[in-house]
C-alpha cells in the first residue's frame, strides 16, 4: 500500500441481507430496506448509519409504491447525507452500478462513506392484492404495468415481459452453439441444479433444497413451462420478501472507526455497456456485445485473467444469460456460477438481486480466495455491468475510472436490420418461442423472422396452430432457420405459417 492514500481506497465494510419467510407478517418495502441497512452496520461493527455521505436506493417494485422511500430510509437511520437520497430504476444491474459509483467517488475523494441497498416485499404484496380480489380473475400486474408503457409492436405481438423475450436469445444461442434442445436443457439444468446446492448451503436464500436436473427439467406439477424452453424452475423467484445492503468506505474511514481489517473487503474497477431496450432493434440474438466487452474491459483493468477468479456471480436471471457469460469468460459447466444461489433459489427480489449477491461475494471472500467477479444484467439483455471486488487492495491508479465502455461495445456489434412491422411473404425463422398460461396450455408462439433481404420482422403463431406449436416445441428439427410464410390475420397480427 506505499505510496497509496487510503483516504482514496474503497473497501466494503459491511453487509446485510433478510429473507422474511414468515407468511403471518406482512413486511413493506421500507421495513426490509432497514433491517438490511441495520444488519450491514452489525456486520460492520461500528455505529455508521448516521455518518453517511450518499444513501443509493434501488426502487421497490411491491405494492403500493413508495416514492419517498430515500427520505423515509434517510430518516429512520438518522443519517446527515451530504445529498439527498437517490432512488434508482429497478434493473438488475444497479446495484453494481451503483458500488462502482460509491468506489469511483471514494476513489476520487468525494465521500467517504456509502450505503447500497434495496427491499422488496413482493409476496406481502401479492398477499394483499389476493385479499383485495378475491372476486375477481387473478391478474398479471407486471404484465398490465409493462403493457401501459411497451412499444405499439409489443404490444400487437404480445412480447412484454422478460419471460416474453428472453427465450429469444435462448433459442438464437442455442441454435448457434450447435446444441439440440436436449442438450441446450441439459446445460441449463446442470447449471441451476448447482445453483441450488449454493443456495441450500445459504442461510439467505427464499428456496434451500436442492434440485437435480432431472427435477428441473420435467415440466412436472409445481414447474409447469413459462415461456419455451423455460419451465418454472429455469425463471426468477420473485414471490419474496428480502432487503440487502452495502456499505463501502475510504479505507481510512474504515481504519479510523476501528473496523476489523479481515472484514475489509476492496471494491476494483468495473466497466458496462449497454443494447438496444427494443428487441427487434439487436443485430442479432446470438450474442451481448455489451456483455462481451464489459467482461473483458473488467478484467483487463483489474490486471487479471479468467483463471484468477476464485468465485463469480453471473446473473441468472434466465439460463441464457449465465451461459453466454461463462463462455466469454472461458468458465467450464461444472463450476460453480454464483455465490448467492441464483435469481430461481436465492430469489429474484426486483432489481436488487445483485445488492444480495454482492453481500454473498463479500462473505465467500471473506472465507477463501482473493478475486470475485460481479456480472449483472438488466433489462432485456439490455445491460451488463461487470465489477471486481478482492481481498487485495487494486492496484496505484486503477481507480477512479470511469465505468462507461459504451463505444467498445458500438464498434463490435453488427448492423442492426431494416425492422418491418407490418410484412407479409415469405421469410426465415431467426428465433422464437411459446408463451404457455398459468394452466401449462400454450397461449401462443412468437416468431421473429427474416425477409430474404435480410430485413427483420415479427410474427405469431396462434394457438390453433397445433402443429406449428408442436414444431417449435417438440426438439425434433431445429426450428431456427426454417422457412415460411408470414401472412395477415384476421385481428390486424402477422401469423406464420410453415
Known sequence: MAGIDPGRVPVIIGVGQISLRDDTREPTSLELTLEALRRAEADAGIACLGRLDTLELVRQNS???AEDM??????????????????HSAHGDIPVRLINDAANRIAAGEIEMAAVAGGEGLRSAAQRASREATTQPRRDLMRERLQQSAAPVAVKYGLLTPT?????????????????LA??????????????????????????REHTPEEIMDPAAGNRPIAFPYPKLMVANNAINQGAAVLVASLAAARRSGVAEDRLIYVGAGAAAHESDFFWERADYTRSPSLEVAVRDTLAWNGLVASDLDHVELYSCFPCVPKAARRVIGLPTDRPLSVSGGLTFAGGPGGNYMTHAAAAMVEALRRDGRHGLLLSNGGWFSDCHCLVLSREPPCPGTLPRSHDAQASADA???????????????????????????DGKPAFGSVIGRTP???????????????????????????????????EGTDGRVFWRM
Open 453 to 487: 433481404e435480410d430485413a427483420r420482422f415479427v410474427a405469431r403463431v396462434p394457438t390453433e396452430d397445433a402443429a406449428g406449436i408442436a414444431l417449435l416445441t417438440a426438439g425434433e428439427i431445429e426450428p431456427v432457420g426454417r422457412a415460411g410464410q408470414a401472412v
Open 183 to 208: 442438450e441446450g436443457q441439459r446445460e441449463s439444468a446442470e447449471i441451476w441444479s448447482r445453483f441450488s446446492q449454493v443456495a441450500a448451503a445459504n442461510p439467505h436464500a427464499w428456496i434451500r
Open 70 to 87: 430515500g427520505e423515509r430510509v434517510a430518516a429512520a437511520l438518522g443519517a446527515r447525507l451530504r445529498q439527498r437520497p437517490v432512488v
Open 164 to 180: 416474453d423475450i428472453y427465450p429469444l436469445f435462448e433459442n438464437a444461442m442455442r441454435a448457434a452453439w450447435g446444441q439440440s
Open 63 to 65: 405494492w403500493p409504491p
Open 412 to 438: 463490435v456489434r453488427g448492423a442492426v436490420p431494416c425492422f418491418l412491422e407490418h410484412y407479409t411473404g415469405p421469410g426465415r425463422i431467426e428465433t422464437y418461442t411459446v408463451i404457455y398460461g398459468r
